[in-house]
């Protein structure tokens, strides 16, 4: 395959979004954008699926490999989901909302294919500039203003601080190709450009000390928005954060160093913050930020194994996060919202149940595999000490996560609360979210062979 059929995936999803913006004019206005761009996205996801690895386009600048294949197909799906709900349930004007999420999607679809830093930068603000809008979308909510804005602030300035530091690594690499960025002889220069390109992604994964937008700002926004900029541009972040440690790592020689110092801290920190909080979205922006920290060690291996493991559990981490923020959408933010819901709505409480346990890392579900594969590939590197401090942290999440669940079937039951009104759609798209997480656990050896990304 060759040519622009390469990126037909990204293309469908565009046809998506001129029919978002559109949609007044279409049939089925608002609702109908939604579902258009759904079908658009199963399809897309289906073509990049089918496409053969291999090939490139626009002289090398993107190029499809197994990792590639393997991106798009996890944001087709996650993206595929939340459409799905939003069209069933979100209500009022959401057009601009799916323009949005679907614009988002194909910059993480684009940061997946990357093969040089001008590439990357773009494909990077295409797939977060949306997310800020998304997260003050439809709020008059102060608190919801406040974490739109500090998202808004801090993303763009570590964006700039990743561009200087990324015309750091061009000036003494004079490339801004992966496969040609050497900082043999850097000096202190090299390390500089490391660092500041790297604080931008940190950032944009919300890993610590990058991580204070990530609770007010979800606490502030619509739970149904916080679903999608918590898991599709993380994705994203995360394969963009695999794709320059192989680049960079044979030639700076501090970079896992410092990938597994972030991470600890992430995963520690993450962990203990998310124990106290009473309201949903904060609970799972700092369960995110351990997440991200999980990923990290992964890459910090600086493995073929490692940042393989890395890809995948951005996938694993985020298709339970997903459906977890879409029922917190439907029952309520606060742990008291969800007390009952296994009386009210058992579907949605089992379904919850799941996802959380794969969050935690049992098996079989995605999460376990995920956690399996990056502490396997941390241990043969020689991290150790790392690894049981995370497998540590994965048993104190269990104390915050079963909070949920001891909420929904041993919480005071009101019997005058309904949880909203039930569509059969947005019951699926959680049903589905949960199927998929047990459904990627049982065949996540098969799925990454499938997909030609390297098993850890």
């Known amino acids: 395959m060759t040519g622009y059929a390469l990126i037909a995936p990204e293309l469908i999803v565009l046809a998506g979004v001129a029919w978002a913006m559109f949609a007044e004019l279409l049939p089925g206005r608002d609702r109908g954008a939604a579902w258009m761009g759904a079908i658009l996205m199963t399809l897309s996801g289906v073509v990049a699926a089918l496409q053969p690895i291999g090939g490139e386009l626009f002289g090398g600048m993107v190029a499809f490999d197994g990792t590639a294949r393997f991106a798009r197909v996890g944001i087709a799906l996650l993206a595929t989901i939340w459409l799905v709900w939003t069209g069933s349930r979100a209500e009022g004007r959401i057009r601009e909302a799916v323009a949005l999420a679907l614009l988002a999607a194909i910059g993480g679809m684009l940061m997946a294919e990357a ?56 000036g003494v690499t004079g490339t801004t190709r992966f496969s040609a960025l050497d900082l043999t002889g850097s000096g202190t220069m090299g390390v500089l450009a490391v660092v500041l390109t790297f604080v931008g992604l940190f950032a944009k994964l919300s890993a610590v000390p990058f991580h204070y937008w990530a609770p007010d700002a979800y606490e502030g926004s619509e739970p149904w928005t916080v679903a999608f900029v918590s898991t599709v541009p993380k994705v994203a972040g995360a394969i963009a954060v695999v794709r320059l440690t192989a680049a960079l790592a044979p030639t700076a020689p501090g970079l896992g160093l410092a990938l597994v110092a972030v991470s600890g801290a992430s995963i520690v920190f993450g962990n203990f913050a998310a124990l106290n909080q009473t309201d949903v979205r904060r609970m799972m922006a700092y369960s995110g930020v351990a997440h991200t920290g999980y990923l990290l060690l992964g890459a910090g291996a600086l493995t073929a194994a490692g940042l393989g493991a890395a890809t995948f559990y951005a996938i694993a981490y985020a298709v339970p996060s997903l459906g977890i923020m879409l029922v917190a959408a439907e029952a309520g933010s606060r742990l008291t919202d969800f007390s009952g819901l296994s009386t009210h709505r058992p579907a949605l409480a089992w379904s919850t149940v799941l996802m959380l346990i794969s969050l935690i890392g049992i098996p079989p579900f995605v999460g376990f595999m995920g956690k399996l594969y990056l502490f396997g590939a941390a241990l043969r590197a020689g991290l150790a000490g790392w690894v049981i401090a995370a497998v540590i942290m994965s048993v104190v999440s269990a104390a915050y996560y079963l909070r949920i669940v001891r909420s929904m079937f041993f919480g005071e039951v009101n019997d005058g609360l309904a949880f909203g009104h039930r569509t059969a759609l947005g019951d699926a798209a ?3 979210a949960a199927a998929v997480t047990l459904a990627l656990g049982i065949a996540a050896g098969p799925l990454l062979a499938a997909l030609g990304t390297p098993i850890p």
């Open 430 to 432: 959680i049903i589905t």
């Open 115 to 170: 093969r040089e830093l001008v590439t990357l930068v773009l494909a990077i603000e295409l797939a977060t500039m949306p997310a800020y809008v998304l997260i003050g979308y439809r709020t008059r909510r102060a608190d919801g203003l406040e974490g739109a804005l500090k998202y808004f602030l801090l993303s763009m300035l570590t964006s700039l601080v990743m561009i200087y530091g990324m015309s750091f690594l061009y």
